[in-house]
């Protein structure tokens, strides 16, 4: 079995990552779905509780995956989806090496406009640090 990470932000660079892999077969693959999710800084812990943001991360990340899950549930492919909270390279890299992942799959742009220019580059900055084998579609 091989296990395939799949990052997605909802982005149709995220799409067509999926898509790729539906195209090279899905027999013998485990696909894992994740979002991550940019943690909430400042001042907003003091009004809203973890529990709170815990939910709320949670229905961020879920709705990033909503076309996700849709691709993969129209081929009739299992998967399981995840959301983290933090930074989204670091935490791509480091659930790929404690799960034992053997392949990242991710698109190469992903959020645009100011982000892109906060972040960098989630994916450049994975292929080059992860240990993970990465494929990305652009």
């Not at 906060?118 to 080059?128: C, F, I, Q, R, T």
């Amino acid at each position: 079995m091989t296990k395939i990470l799949l990052p997605n932000d909802g982005s149709a660079t995220s799409a067509r990552a999926i898509e790729q892999v539906l195209q090279r077969g899905t027999a013998g693959l485990e696909l894992h779905l994740l979002s991550v999710q940019l943690p909430v800084d400042g001042n907003v812990r003091t009004f809203v509780n973890a529990e709170e943001l815990n939910a709320y991360h949670l229905e961020e990340g879920l709705s990033e995956l909503a076309v996700a899950r849709a691709q993969l549930d129209a081929a009739g492919v299992n998967y399981q989806q995840h959301v983290l909270v933090g930074h989204p390279a670091d935490q791509i890299r480091r659930y790929a090496d404690e799960n034992g992942f053997d392949e990242i799959v991710m698109g190469t742009h992903g959020r645009t406009g100011l982000m892109h220019l906060l972040m960098g580059s989630v994916a450049s900055e994975v292929s080059e640090k992860a240990k993970t084998k990465v494929t990305l579609v652009k």
